[in-house]
């Protein structure tokens, strides 16, 4: 098991730096850096499977010079999980970079940013693996920093540049919250090191415990986009390289859900009360709602993809909130049928986020935009891009059979358990936040037809599109890798299920995996096999065979007449790509429905003819909606903040003298309160 | 959960589920032109026009527009094998379908689901503004029943103690764990009418007769399509009827159903069963003559209340039983 670890560390240390010290040919440092990251990669899954299977958990620490810091690692089933799904998507993300990076030889620095790839890849692990509070902040900043450096990689483009100071505002925001929530936590125990947070020598009281739970859940909601704290997420996923972006959005938030499970399961051993699974499980809906919501808004398909990671969150939450309210309750089954859905959701959104951000990414390749109005008709001239992210769009939509429909059916289950609950509020409150997810759910699959749709289907709406090609090889092969791991993960959910109650388990301490499972496994059964159960493979069967039934009917009653081609009518026009549905118009009537939610304003200016005013000339049509949140929330923060740094300017006089009297003054200070 | 059965005896029922709902569907549609017409003083067409309908679409030329692609030929297939699918996880005439243990009512609607979604694409994919169009708002209109839908049946599982649907209808048909105050089903009942209305498109929330590019929804989706892909969609939206109406029969009034396997309880099931969804068409047929078609924008307040009604449903049920 040692030896998986050093072998990952090493290939990432070795990605790290050989780029830098390669000659400089891109191609070589392209090979080199996205090859020893597939090594790493490898290495985490390998250390992944044997952490999910091992008996026990691998320990290691090498202490330092510093006090209170120890390089403490511990692999247990917790960290394995989340480690398996970072490598998984490490591998597949570096196959992709291969191709991806082409793009920019000669443009940008080849052996930085696949230097800066690894470190990521780095950062990301050694965060689920560290043991040590200390430890931890480290690699959780150089994260936040890497992912900082690697979202402005086309720094001269000034979007980007603005997209990279608001999430390292953002991100530091958050780190804040963690400093201070650690701090807390080492009040109690006099130690950074986990196991003393675990069993901290005296109990901490309620108050700092709740003030614990709150910083928390601010700081990691923070990364993990939560609303309102997710403005930052649409802005920087999609201004870094597509790559990048699917690490971002399908891995790097998740390390949040990590901390906030470690935090809440492990180091309060599952002690708290019924109300923090209930705000986790509003956050959470909130979050899947209005994600939704502001996706199906968006036109720059990246952004569109960043929104639904906000979206999925919530949904990830919804799943941990309740298995936290039923944990409070003392329904232990119930709470880890509650982790189960949220943590399949967690491997399930990874993957198809994935894939959907290398779909995006090879739709940038190819047509040099990211804004849905300018595609149309690619599926034709890009048919493996295009195949692989329908079934992306059907994954996420949660559509049978795929792996989204299972793990948003294990939230449903999980939610309409609800009526063990004794408490008539929850009773209540649970079924409604299965109603929002239902919302969300079908609002997701309207947002993917549209996206698919628009991009994929009909004639192209400009020359970029028209003129769009396939791929390279690496790139469709990561795609085509995820898009099998979706069906696989949707069709077999009776293999990954036992997998994830052994980490759910492992927190709550009550296994219900043969609980999960009937029909010899055929067949999911959460908990009350009476009450509900499903089984993929068998929707697959039937839906496999009533389509040939379909096949069928048609071969016995007039399969043979030749298909006839001919022109889409238009009332007698020639159809142009301007009669098509545009993204916008596709949304128009959820935009009307939920106006109160959008807050939508409309300019229309039309120029008419001078000859007459009944013939228009030039329309203009613009519509926004309101931002919400940077207008009531943000703006008002950083006002007071950039109004506190101008008061604080009086003190910065620019005169080294003053400087000097400072030092002077605080080194008294200093002395004074020493003695 | 599972019924102890031979593994022939269920697969013949599950054919034989198929075969009912593949042969009774495009009659059901025809009472309910039937009974329209009558109530506007016309003759009408036979019941079984829509039959001879779909034979001449099979055997008619199909004729695809240059602009699309596989996923315009590839949804009727998948259109059909979802709503069949989905047919198949509710009980018919038997109450115990072998076919139980595969989903329950979330399956069911997301099962949908799917079709509603490929359906929308090929909408997309013809280029005319009038498939866009009709996608557009079956996509709205879809977003608002979902919601209603769930909370609807959520509450009727909680009586039955199960949200697979065969499981419900066979512990309601036996008078099991039923509420002695009705009132959170007569709830939950018309919440589920007006979702089935809307999710079959009939009037008032879309009109199955019209072609006029105002007010259609389904018929603009399927306007491009021609021959023997016509024909298995509209067979489809036949069975997706059916299917809801079924749903409305069987679950909130399963008596009469085959409880057991014998012959003679399987025959009195289906002679039930088709009088149960006859007076269902009848229903329809006379709502949609009494009735305008409702504004889009408009459909959201009908809409709303049937969610409304859906929560009150569960809370009468909650509040009743302690």
Known sequence: MAILFFLMVASYAAGLLLPLCCPARPKIQNLVAHGSAAFGS???IGLGIVGLFGPDP?????????????????????????????????????????????AWYGHISIALLGSLYNGF???????????????????????????????????????VRHAGLFYLIMTHVGTAFIILTFLLLFEGSGSFSFDAFRHPEQPLPDGIRTTVFVLALVGFGTKAGVVPLHVWLPYAHPAAPSHISALMSGVMIKTAIYALLRVYFDFFGGQFPWWWGFVVLVVGAVSALLGVMYALMEHDLKSLLAYHSVENIGIILLGIGAGMIFHSYGLDELAVLGVIAGLYHTINHAVFKALLFFGAGSLLYATHTRNMEEYGGLLRRMPWTGACFLIGAVSIAALPPTNGFVSEWLVFQSLFMSYQIPSLAMKLMLPIAAAMLALTGVLAMTCFAKAFGISFLALPRTSHAKHAQEVPWTMRIAMGVLSAVCLALGLAPMLAVPIIDRVAAS????????KMLALDGWALAPVNVEFSSLSTPALGLVLAATAALGLGLVACCGGTFPRRYSKTWACGLNLTSRMEYSAAGFVQPIKRVFSTIYQPTVKLETEFLEESRYFAKRRRFEFHIAPVFQTYFYDPVIAFMSGLADRMRIVQGGSLHLYLAYMFVTLVVLLLAAL | MIPDQPIAQAIALILAQAVVLLCVSPAIVGLINKVKARLQCRQGAGILQPYADLKKLFRKQPVLSTTTTWIFTATPYIVFASTVTAGLL??????????????????????????RFFLILAGLDSGSSFGGMGSSREAIVASLTEPAMIMAIFAIALTAGSTNLSTIVHRTALLEGIATDPSAHLMALSAVFIVVLAETGRVPVDNPATHLELTMIHEAMVLEYSGRYLALLEWASAIKLLVFLTLIANVFAPWGIATSFTPMALSVGLAVYLIKVAGLALLIGTIECMFAKLRLFRVTDLLGVAFILALLGLLFFYMLRG
């Not at chain 1, 040590?132 to 990689?153: C, K, P, R």
């Not at chain 2, 005439?93 to 079709?115: E, H, K, R, T, W």
């Open chain 1, 121 to 159: 890849l780095l950062t990301m692990t050694l965060v689920t693996l560290a043991d040590d509070g200390f430890f931890f902040l480290i690699a959780w900043e150089l994260m936040s920093l890497v992912s900082y450096f690697l979202v402005v990689t086309e720094h001269e483009k000034a979007d």
């Open chain 1, 58 to 102: 691998l320990t290691m620490s090498v202490p330092s010079a510093l006090p209170l810091l120890t390089f403490a690692v511990r692999l247990d089933a917790l960290s394995s999980f989340f480690l398996l799904t970072i490598s998984l998507i490490g591998l597949a993300a570096s196959i992709y970079a291969v191709g991806y990076v082409t």
């Open chain 1, 42 to 44: 490898l290495g985490g």
């Open chain 2, 90 to 115: 509710i009980p018919v005439f038997a109450s115990q379908m072998p076919l139980n243990f595969a989903g329950n009512i979330i399956a069911f609607v997301y099962l949908l689901a799917l079709g």
């Open chain 1, 507 to 514: 927190m709550i301490g009550s296994s219900i995996a043969d």
